[in-house]
T-cell receptor
């Protein structure tokens, strides 16, 4: 039973480029969450999605960041025109529909902006 | 004010020692409480849920004080493999709020 999968594991982008982070939830999980962890800080909630729906994006920066979870395929976190402050670890978690507190985390994508 | 505050440590303890630490949370409406473990900035892994009556899982004991909005974790008979960062996590509707973590290092 594969866990939450994220790719790429490491991503290097120059300032101004776009970053696309992918997350495949655990089998049978239809709820996806994205969190960001800045150096020396705790994980911060960014967005909560169900298939084809954004439920809560209150933790997403207003500009340059977007997320989707299409009917088919992985969830995508997209960061346009990256800046150095976007360098962080981005973790995706998934949960079964009925127990949102059982969030299982993927290995994360470490984004470095040069 | 941060939603979840933890003493960052580090706590350096010898093998076999007992180590305890805690966190406080600001949202009195929080519904669920957890301790997660994070190794070397890898993904957080659920260590245990925390219940109002207190609960134990092997060498780990967690306590919750809702009135004081305070959660604690105690590790008995520390092992080298317990070296990690322990994250205090509080849940609302579906969001998890994480503390920045308490680093524990167990030495031989």
């Amino acid at each position: 039973n594969a866990g939450v999968m994220q790719n790429p594991r490491h991503l290097v982008r120059r300032r101004g480029q776009e970053a696309r982070l992918r997350c495949s939830p655990m089998k049978g999980h239809s709820h996806v969450y994205w969190y960001r962890q800045l150096p020396e800080e705790g994980l911060k909630f960014m967005v909560y999605l169900q298939k084809e729906n954004i439920i809560d994006e209150s933790g997403m920066p207003k500009e340059r960041f977007s997320a989707e979870f299409p009917k088919e395929g992985p969830s995508i976190l997209r960061i346009q025109q990256v800046v150095r402050g976007d360098s962080a670890a981005y973790f995706c978690a998934s949960s079964p529909g009925s127990r949102v507190y059982e969030q299982y985390f993927g290995p994360g994508t470490r984004l470095t902006v040069t | 004010r941060k939603e979840v505050e933890q003493d960052p440590g580090p706590f350096n303890v010898p093998e076999g020692a007992t180590v305890a630490f805690n966190c406080t949370y600001s949202n009195s409406a929080s519904q669920s409480f957890f301790w997660y473990r994070q190794d070397c900035r890898k993904e957080p892994k659920l260590l245990m849920s925390v219940y109002s009556s207190g609960n134990e899982d092997g060498r780990f004991t967690a306590q919750l004080n809702r009135a004081s909005q305070y959660i604690s974790l105690l590790i008995r008979d520390s092992k080298l493999s317990d070296s990690a960062t322990y994250l205090c996590v509080v849940g609302g509707d579906y969001k998890l709020s994480f503390g920045a973590g308490t680093t524990v290092t167990v030495r031989a």
